[in-house]
Each structure stands twice: as C-alpha cells, then as structure tokens.
C-alpha cells in the first residue's frame, strides 16, 4: 500500500509528538521540524508509509541523538499491560468462546500508537477494552485456518499489546513463531520488549530483521523470509504491517484498528474501526 498525500502530515505529526517526548526546546523543535519538512518534500513517496517513516526516524535519531526516544514509555505500556493480564485472562475464559474473547483483547491492544494516535491514556476509562462490533469479522474464517495450520507466524506491532498478542497466543493453544522489530523505532516492540511481555512462554521469540515500523518483506533476514515462505498461516498485526503486507499473496490474517483515513477508506470502513481481515490475497503459500 503506497503512501499518499495525506501520509505528510500524518508524518510531520509524529515528528511533533517526538519532539515532545524527547522533551525538545522550542528551538530545537523547530529545526529539527524544519529538516523533516525537507525530508519529506525530497523523499520518495511510491513507498509504503512504514519505509517512509524509518528514513523519518533515523533523521529524528541522528538529530537527537537518542536511537529510543519511547524506551520510557514502552516499559510503562507493558508494565501497566502486565498488571491487567491475570484479570483479562478470567475475563477470556468465563467469556462463551473464549478464543474470540482473548483475540478481541488483542486487537483493542492495537490503540496503543505513538506513531498514528496522539498521546492519550490508552487505559482511560478503560475505554481501549470497549466493545464495538467489527466492520470486518473473519474470525471464524481465522479459527479454521488456526486449527488447520501447523507452522504459525504472528507479526507483532507496538509494545504493550504485546502482552495481550500473548494473551490470545496462550488460549489458541498452539505454538507460535512471534516476529518483532529489529531495533527501536517508535514504539514497536523489539526482542527487549517481546521479552518482557513473556512472549518467550508462549512462542518462539525472534527479530525479523526489519528496521521499519511494518514488516517491509525485503528487509527481512533471508532466515526470516524462508519461514514466511514455509508458514502456513501468517497473523499480521496492527496498520504498519497491513500496509506493508497487503498486496502480497500469502496465507495473511490483517488485526488491525484503521487509525488513519487513508486505511480506513482503502478498507472502506470508518476510521477507527477493528478489523479482523483474511487477506483479498489469500494463498496457501506466501508467492513473492
């Protein structure tokens, strides 16, 4: 899925939420707003968003200095995850289908974005754990192919939903290859994350190789390549990797909140739906 022009300010909005996270000076906010704009009228915009947003990053690192501007908040997301996990876990199993239960709070995990949302409590209210129906329900299209498939790869996305990914992973039943970021970038999860969420005890924890903040498939480590290739069913998680992913033919299953309107009108729903989406282009076997 390509960017589009509505991707700019979507973009110069992230610059301007690190800003305030690195807690910048007015100044240097300013210059370093200023070399993003350059970046992005110079960039080349027949690229998903996620790559875009990777060379946007590196700018902002090399600006600030700091490689892990989210380091702080990543911890505070999964500590505060953590401490809801064994009250989510009995919610999902007094629940009538407990799978669908466990992967609902999973997917309500996705609100959890620095990179697409602003910067408000996701635990407010509780208001991330509200039900709405979804504008796309594949889900027992997903439990089919779920008891069909013997290799499993699940595409994390940001830190803090991981622990409920982990969730959802522990009640399927079935162990998983877990795939995370392989070095910070916004608020993704890496291999540090991944391991404090205790993703380690329900799956096989590795890096992907990829550096963008969606599963940009020839960024991926050759080894990593080859069990998307060999895998049976791939669980894609969060909007990054759907733009990334999408056009490809394989054997995907997009979960996903449709946080901007660029998503949402190319899935044709409302923006800020959830989504759960076996791919237009599903396939036995990933084709590249």
Same mark, same amino acid.
């Given at each position: 899925?390509?960017?589009?022009?509505?991707?700019?300010?979507?973009?110069?909005?992230?610059?301007?939420?690190?800003?305030?996270?690195?807690?910048?000076? =007015?100044?240097?906010?300013? #210059?370093?707003?200023?070399?993003?704009? /350059? !970046?992005?009228?110079?960039?080349?915009? =027949?690229?998903?968003? @996620?790559?875009?947003?990777?060379? $946007?990053?590196?700018?902002?690192? %090399?600006?600030?200095?700091? @490689?892990? @501007?989210?380091?702080?908040?990543?911890?505070?997301?999964?500590? &505060?995850?953590? #401490?809801?996990?064994?009250?989510?876990?009995?919610?999902?199993?007094?629940?009538? =289908? @407990?799978?669908?239960?466990?992967?609902? +709070?999973?997917? *309500?995990?996705?609100? +959890?974005?620095?990179?697409?949302?602003?910067?408000?409590?996701?635990?407010?209210?509780?208001? !991330?754990?509200?039900?709405?129906?979804?504008?796309?329900?594949?889900?027992?299209?997903?439990?089919?192919? $779920?008891? &069909? *498939?013997?290799?499993?790869?699940?595409?994390?996305?940001?830190? %803090?939903?991981?622990?409920?990914?982990?969730?959802?992973?522990?009640?399927? %039943? &079935?162990?998983?290859?877990?795939?995370v970021r392989e070095k910070p970038i916004i608020n993704d999860a890496t291999l540090e994350e991944g391991r404090a969420s205790g993703l380690q005890l329900v799956a096989e924890l590795i890096s992907s190789g990829c550096r963008a903040p969606?599963?940009?498939?020839?960024?991926?480590?050759?080894?990593?390549?080859?069990?998307? &290739?060999?895998? =049976?069913?791939?669980?894609?998680?969060?909007?990054?990797?759907?733009?990334?992913?999408?056009?490809?033919?394989?054997? !995907?299953?997009?979960? $996903?909140? /449709?946080?901007?309107?660029?998503?949402?009108?190319? $899935?044709?729903?409302?923006?800020?739906?959830?989504?759960?989406?076996?791919?237009?282009? !599903?396939?036995?076997?990933?084709?590249?």
């Amino acid at each position: 899925m390509k960017a589009e022009a509505e991707c700019y300010l979507c973009l110069l909005s992230q610059v301007l939420r690190t800003a305030v996270v690195l807690g910048l000076s =007015d100044q240097a906010t300013r #210059e370093m707003t200023r070399q993003a704009c /350059a !970046f992005l009228a110079a960039t080349d915009f =027949d690229r998903t968003p @996620p790559e875009i947003s990777e060379d $946007l990053y590196s700018l902002i690192a %090399g600006f600030s200095r700091d @490689p892990d @501007p989210y380091k702080k908040l990543k911890e505070e997301h999964i500590q &505060r995850a953590l #401490e809801l996990y064994s009250g989510l876990k009995n919610m999902a199993q007094l629940a009538p =289908d @407990p799978l669908r239960a466990a992967l609902e +709070i999973s997917l *309500a995990g996705n609100v +959890i974005d620095f990179g697409a949302n602003s910067g408000e409590d996701w635990l407010l209210d509780g208001r !991330f754990l509200q039900s709405q129906p979804l504008a796309i329900d594949d889900y027992q299209l997903l439990r089919a192919d $779920l008891d &069909r *498939a013997e290799t499993i790869v699940f595409l994390g996305d940001n830190a %803090g939903e991981t622990v409920f990914d982990r969730l959802f992973i522990e009640f399927s %039943g &079935r162990r998983m290859i877990y795939a995370v970021r392989e070095k910070p970038i916004i608020n993704d999860a890496t291999l540090e994350e991944g391991r404090a969420s205790g993703l380690q005890l329900v799956a096989e924890l590795i890096s992907s190789g990829c550096r963008a903040p969606g599963t940009v498939y020839e960024q991926c480590w050759p080894k990593f390549q080859g069990l998307l &290739r060999q895998a =049976d069913l791939i669980i894609s998680k969060g909007q990054g990797n759907f733009e990334c992913l999408e056009q490809l033919r394989g054997p !995907f299953y997009f979960l $996903l909140k /449709a946080k901007c309107q660029v998503v949402a009108r190319y $899935l044709d729903v409302s923006q800020g739906s959830l989504v759960i989406m076996r791919s237009k282009n !599903f396939a036995p076997c990933l084709q590249v």
